[in-house]
């Protein structure tokens, strides 16, 4: 009968081996974010499903710089319809690739924090491709609440060379005509 360390070192090599079968090839950022043209507001245009975003309409998030240094990020979405209730969450992004200032983590409840790479961003900063290196996230970020169909499928285009399926994409509705929540 195998000895308890032997039987504990096969455990923790089987657990090496599922976590090296799930590993993703490196995810490529942008080369670098100008964090004053990237405050501001952004619209949700698609995002890939979320439990924390269930029922989430009208999304939207806002960017400002904290005197500490780091991000206030407020975002905002009505449940259901453009009409529904407004949740709104508070959070803070802290830059980790000061570099770049393309890799960010993010929290809404510390001490938990998220990955939130910019991996796509407009050299007008009017759209943004957001993910993070699992692939279990990504948002399409737009400075207006529709996005143009053309600009749209060229952003889908680049999704499966960063390993995102554009099929799991749900895009979001957005009110034309009047803010995306008060």
Same mark, same amino acid.
């Given at each position: 009968m195998p000895s308890f360390s032997r039987r504990l070192g096969a455990v923790i090599a089987l657990l090496?081996?599922?976590?090296?079968?799930?590993?993703? *090839?490196?995810?490529?950022?942008v080369d670098h974010?100008?964090?004053?043209?990237? %405050?501001?507001?952004?619209?949700? =245009?698609?995002?890939?499903?979320? *439990?924390?975003?269930?029922?989430?309409?009208?999304?939207?998030?806002?960017?400002? %710089?904290?005197?500490?240094?780091? =991000?206030r990020v407020l975002n905002r979405c009505r449940v259901d319809t453009p009409d529904g209730e407004l949740r709104v969450a508070e959070g803070r992004a802290k830059i980790i690739d000061e570099q770049s200032n393309a890799k960010l983590k993010v929290t809404f409840f510390w001490p938990f924090y998220g990955d939130y790479w910019v991996l796509a961003l407009d050299e007008n900063y009017q759209w943004a491709l957001v993910g993070e290196p699992s692939r279990e996230y990504l948002w399409i970020l737009s400075r207006t609440r529709q996005m143009d169909a053309g600009r749209f499928d060229a952003i889908l285009g680049r999704l499966p060379a960063l390993g995102y399926d554009p099929e799991n994409l749900l895009v979001t509705p957005q009110p034309e005509g009047r803010q995306a929540s008060p």
């Open positions: 090496l081996l599922a976590a090296c079968g799930s590993h993703h *090839p490196p995810l490529p950022t974010v100008d964090l004053d043209r990237y %405050l501001g507001t952004w619209y949700e =245009i698609a995002r890939y499903p979320a *439990p924390f975003q269930e029922g989430c309409v009208a999304t939207s998030a806002t960017y400002s %710089l904290r005197e500490d240094g780091d =991000i």
